[in-house]
């Protein structure tokens, strides 16, 4: 059964900021910092993408809309699918887009989408649109996470697993603990690492090679719960928690420092040598060696209320109640600022752009430089 190609598409992006640039360039105008390489309504109906993320290439961008209804017209029946497309960070214009079964969890690894189906199954989306993979799976994965020629997913039959990347043959499984929050998981180097709320006083981490093995196991005191993922530096995983931001060692899981953070929300970011948290209100820049505060920002206005961060080549990029923020990751400083709804989720740096969803339905790339 192949369903129709959805009518509930983004607008054609790519005619938009041709046009749009075209005419600039007419004019001599040089766009920086801030200014917006390409725009797309999303008109009445329809809905933002549930996930954005960077394709590794720097060039990539893929965005998830995981569950909508369209209508099959070889059975004349409605159903539930997902939509996937593969899109130009530089133009905002489509390179491919996939409809399939609705979808739960992502995870992009290097140049490659992968989507864990609702009704089991994982498969691998390629930044041409083509569908390289599929294999069925005997539970729903819940997470999952890619490195290098590994995919690791979490299911909800409490094992982890790994899949060969390039064609999603199972390499092995190992019993993984979780907890009424579930697992949060992310992959680095030869490894995984999964995340998960042991008690109301406690979080645990535990590390796994790439041969399935224990590599080791850390329980880190802490009385705020939160299962976002953990993000790997180059010698250090830094675990956030409800209250707290941790840095364990990523050879040995030894605790190295923790920052206390009222309301921590979503996942840090790591970039030329800062670790970046934010609360509701205030975006933090911790020193990754011994977590020391390099320098905060907090928005002006009445409502500063701040995203997650985003950040890429020495830029942290974060979203305001009624602005976007791209600031220096050594020191804070403002690099621009640019008038924007107020942004949904972080915004994603792709190479030369940072790519953002408004709530009021717009899907914009602005210019990182």
Known sequence: MTPHPSRRRFLSLASLATAGIGALAGCGYRPGGGDVRWEGGIGTGSY??????AGADGETVFTVSRSSRDFDWETEEWGQYADLAARDAATGGVRGESQTEPVGAVAVGDGTLYVGHEDGGLSAFAADGEVGWRVETDDVIR?????????????DGGELVAFAADDGDPLWNTELEVSERGVALVASGDGAFAHREDTATSTAVTAFGSDGRERWHATLADDGVGNDPPVAGSDALYVPTRGKLFAVGLGDGEERWSRELDRRRGRPAVTDGAVVSADDETLYAFDPGDGEERWRFRPEGRWPDVTPPGAAEGVVCVGGSDDLHALDA??????????????EGEPVVVGETVVVATDDGHFRGHWRE
């Not at 050594?330 to 942004?343: H, I, K, T």
């Open 48 to 53: 933002l993408p549930d996930d954005v993320l």
């Open 330 to 343: 050594a020191d804070g400083s403002a690099r621009w600022r640019a008038e924007s709804e107020p942004v």
């Open 143 to 155: 997470e999952l996470a890619a490195s290098g020629d590994r995919v690791y997913a979490a299911t």
